[in-house]
């Protein structure tokens, strides 16, 4: 994957294709960031720095169907106690099935080095209050390029989560992989 400046609509791209980045996503990533330090910024939770990772991202800035900003900030304040979902059907399905989901896509794209370590914690030095979880990086092997992978498992049940899917990545997780470049 890399990232390249675009021109024209601000659309998403499909699945599979070059994410670009045009002004207006350029000026939304830096007001994205700012608000960030704003929100984050010098607070601190038992003598520990207060860090946001991928998918607080988009609860920042509204675009979380799950949880608010302001679910988000009383938990990271400790006012109140994230829902433990690791238990849940769906994330332990998403779970297991990333590993086998990375050989598949390795198997589908040779041109990339497909790597991941457990527990992987990845760290800004700029933001050190950012950080990401990544499902896995790649390495072209023909350039050396650096790119993400990110890896979502879906049942659609309804029509509107078909519309979320439909030759675009949801906004919630676009935000996750723009908080991770």
């Given at each position: 994957?890399?990232?390249?400046?675009?021109?024209?609509?601000?659309?998403?791209?499909?699945?599979n294709t070059?994410?670009y980045l045009?002004?207006?996503?350029?000026?939304?990533?830096?007001?994205?960031?700012?608000?960030?330090?704003?929100?984050?910024?010098?607070?601190?939770?038992?003598?520990?720095?207060?860090?946001?990772?991928?998918?607080?991202?988009?609860?920042?800035?509204?675009?979380?169907?799950?949880?608010?900003?302001?679910?988000?900030?009383?938990?990271?304040?400790?006012?109140?106690?994230?829902?433990?979902?690791?238990?849940?059907?769906?994330?332990?399905?998403?779970?297991?099935?990333?590993?086998?989901?990375?050989?598949?896509?390795?198997?589908?794209?040779?041109?990339?080095?497909?790597?991941?370590?457990?527990?992987?914690?990845?760290?800004?030095?700029?933001?050190?209050?950012?950080?990401?979880?990544?499902?896995?990086?790649?390495?072209?092997?023909?350039?050396?390029?650096?790119?993400?992978?990110?890896?979502?498992?879906?049942?659609?049940?309804?029509?509107m989560q078909?519309?979320?899917?439909?030759?675009?990545?949801?906004?919630?997780?676009?935000?996750?992989?723009?908080?991770?470049?």
């Open positions: 994957m890399t990232i390249k400046r675009r021109k024209g609509t601000g659309h998403r791209p499909a699945p070059h994410i045009n002004k207006v996503e350029n000026i939304c990533l830096c007001l994205f960031m700012a608000f960030v330090i704003l929100f984050l910024g010098g607070y601190y939770i038992h003598n520990e720095p207060m860090t946001y990772g991928g998918s607080d991202a988009s609860c920042i800035v509204g675009m979380n169907p799950y949880k608010s900003n302001v679910d988000l900030w009383l938990e990271k304040t400790g006012a109140k106690q994230p829902e433990d979902i690791s238990e849940k059907s769906y994330v332990k399905y998403g779970t297991k099935a990333e590993e086998y989901l990375r050989i598949l896509f390795g198997l589908d794209h040779p041109q990339y080095d497909v790597k991941y370590t457990e527990n992987n914690m990845w760290t800004n030095d700029e933001f050190p209050f950012a950080h990401a979880s990544l499902d896995g990086w790649l390495i072209e092997n023909e350039t050396g390029r650096k790119g993400i992978l990110e890896i979502k498992t879906t049942n659609i049940l309804q029509s078909k519309e979320k899917w439909d030759h675009r990545i949801p906004d919630n997780y676009y935000i996750q992989i723009l908080h991770y470049l």
